[in-house]
């Protein structure tokens, strides 16, 4: 019986590696592009979560509740991007949300919180949040007074584009 030495010579090898890089170089920027969308759709949901969290605990306690951006953790700011927290009209912090890293998430609204009465209703909330991406609004989250929220479509994106400039 003959003794072959099995394996790959150096062209395939090298062929190999050219072919495993060329795909590599196509498919990396498409995989973190929808890492992002991921990640994004991910804060769109805790958004959306947090507000009828804080809307069913106002109607079920039959108390107002405010949801505020904070820097800190601990008090209320105009900036979103670092976090929120949920609390009781007397200040009580329910719960606090901080993200992990700063998020062009924006509140543009009456105020700078939303508060929940024991109706479900929110008069002064009226608003809309959303998420800058590359100059543009990734996502947008439109709250009525009625306590009611919505995803904004995506002519309703285009129209209000200049807020991410």
């Known amino acids: ?7 790959f010579t150096l062209i395939e090898l090298i062929s190999t ?6 795909v590599l170089s ?3 920027p498409a995989f973190s592009e929808l890492i ?14 947090v507000l009828h969290n804080a809307r069913a605990r106002a109607v079920m ?3 107002t509740i405010e949801i505020c951006g904070s820097d800190d953790g601990q008090t ?34 009456f105020g700078q919180s939303i508060s929940f009465h024991d109706n479900g209703t929110s008069p002064t909330g009226n608003g809309r949040f959303y998420q800058c991406h590359k100059s543009r609004i990734a996502w947008q989250l ?12 995506p002519t309703e994106n285009v129209s209000k584009a200049s807020l991410c400039d």
């Open 26 to 28: 196509i498919a990396v």
């Open 76 to 109: 209320c700011s105009a900036s979103w991007a670092d976090g929120w927290l949920v609390r009781t009209s007397n200040g009580q912090i329910l719960q606090l949300t901080q993200l992990p890293t700063p998020d062009a998430l924006r509140w543009q609204g």
């Open 61 to 63: 306690q039959r108390r």
């Open 1 to 7: 019986m003959a003794n072959r030495n099995q394996g």
């Open 36 to 49: 992002e969308r991921n990640r994004q759709e991910a804060l769109m949901h805790q958004v959306q979560n």
């Open 142 to 153: 439109i709250l009525s007074r009625q306590g009611r929220l919505r995803q904004g479509t």
């Open 17 to 22: 590696l050219a072919i495993v890089a060329i």
